[in-house]
C-alpha cells in the first residue's frame, strides 16, 4: 500500500495520541505471567500490537479487543515456542523472560540486524543465563530453559538497554530471591510496565543511580492497566506542526516525557504551551540550526531524530545530530537529500563527547545545512521512524509524493492518514 501525498499545506487542529506502541507490546507479553485476565486500556490498534498478539496467542493466550481496551487471558500457556509467527520480527525476544519465568522453557526466532543496524540481543541472554537459564543457539531459534527455576542475581548491564532491562524485570517477577538491575533504562515505558506489574502484585523498586531492584514473588494476579500516552507520536506530530507553520493541539501529551524534547524544538525556534490535557505546538519564529545528540533517557530520544532533522532542513544555518544509541539510524537522509535537502553523514563523533561508536566507521553524525526547499519525490518506506520522517518531507514539499511500503508507518502509528487528514494534510491512501 501507498500514500499519495500533496505537499504545502499547514496542518492545523487537534490531534489526540494513541498508546505508547512500546509499553503496549510489553504490556501484552506481561499478560502471559498471569493466569488471570489483565485488561489493557488505551491499547493503539497498530501492527506491531497485531503481532505481539498474534504471539500471545500463539503461547496459549485468548484476546478480546473492544475499541482500545484489549483484554489478554492465559489460564494456561499451551505452548512455550513461539516459531511459527506470520511475520517475523524483534518482539518474541521479549517473550524469552515472562516464558522462562512461567514454565521454565522458551524457543523463540533467531533475529537477524534490521534497517537501522545490527541489533544484538546479547545482554538479554547473558542476563538470563546469569539467573539460571540456559540457552542453546539453534539452526533458526534460540531455545532456552531452567531446570532449576530463575534466581534472583545482581545484573550490570553495560549500556542501559530498553528491551534488556524489561526481559529481566519481567523474569524476575517471578523468580526465586531479589534481583537487581545495575545501569537499568529508565524510560517512561518501563516505569509504566513497572506500575502495571507492581499492581498485579509483583515488588519492584526503582533506586538511585539506574538501579532496579525486584523481589520474586510466587504468582501475579491480573488487574487493569492504562497505558501511558505515545510520546513518540507527540514528537512525530509536534514536528509536522513547526515543520508546516502550522498550529496543532496534541491531546494527551505530557510534559514530563518530552522535556528534553521541548527545550530542543524551542531552541530550533519552535513553540509550545503546555496545557492541562495536551501541548499546543506552532513555529514561533524563523528556524535557526542547532547541535543535538540522542541519548538514552532523559536524553534526546534516538526515535525523535528523524522527524526533527525535518526541522534542521528548514532552519538557518549548519546543524549537526548525533546519534548515540543506534549505530545505523540514519538511513532516511538518502531520500531527503534526493527532495532537495543537504545533509553529509559522518562515521565521526561530531559531538562534545564521543560516544561508543567511536572509531567504528558507522554512519551516525549528520550535518545538516539549511534552509533548503524541498520538492516531491516518490519513495519506499524502510523503517518505521524513518517513514515518518519521509512523510513530514513530503508534506512539507513542493508538488505530489508517493510514499509506498507504508505498512512501516501502519505498524506504530494507528490511521495516520485519516488523522492527519484531520489537520488539513492532502494524503490519500491508494
Ligand atoms: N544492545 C546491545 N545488546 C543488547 C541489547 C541492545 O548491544 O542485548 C544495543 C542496541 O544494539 C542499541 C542499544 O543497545 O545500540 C539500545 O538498544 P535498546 O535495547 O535500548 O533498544 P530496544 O529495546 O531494542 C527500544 C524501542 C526502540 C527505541 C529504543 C531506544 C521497542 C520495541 N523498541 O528498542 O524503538 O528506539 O528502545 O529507546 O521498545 C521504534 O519505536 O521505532 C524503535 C526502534
Known sequence: MKFIVRGGKKLEGEIVLGGAK???TKMLVASLLTSEPMVLHNTPNIGDV?????LCELVGSSITRDNN??????????????LSLSRKNRIPVLALGPLLARTGEAEIPLLGGDKIGPRPIDMH???LEEMGAIIEKRDSSY?????????????QLRYPSVGATENIILAATLAKGRTVIENAATEPEIIDLVKMLQNMGAIIELGANRTIYIDGVRSLRGGEHTILPDRNEAASFASLAVATRGDVFVRNAKQDHLITFLNALRKVGGEYKVENTGIRFWRGKNLTSIE?????????MTDWQQPFTLL???AKGSSILHETVYEDRFGHVGELNIMGADIHVFSKCLGEIACRFNGKNHQH????????????ISLTIKDLRAGMAHLIATLIAEGESTVDNIEELDRGYENIDTRLQNLGADIIRA
Request: net charge positive; proline share 8%; no cysteine.
Open 50 to 54: 497485531a503481532i505481539t498478539q498474534e
Open 143 to 155: 531455545y532456552a530453559h531452567a531446570p532449576h527455576g530463575l534466581k534472583g542475581v545482581k545484573i
Open 312 to 314: 534542521l532542513t528548514q
Open 125 to 127: 541472554l547473558t542476563a
Open 22 to 24: 512500546n509499553a503496549a
Open 292 to 300: 543535538l545528540e540522542t541519548d538514552t533517557h532523559p536524553g534526546f
Open 365 to 376: 553524525s549528520i550535518l545538516v545545512n539549511g534552509p533548503t526547499p524541498l520538492k516531491g
Open 69 to 82: 481496551t484489549v483484554t489478554v487471558h492465559t489460564p494456561e500457556i499451551k505452548n512455550t515456542r513461539v
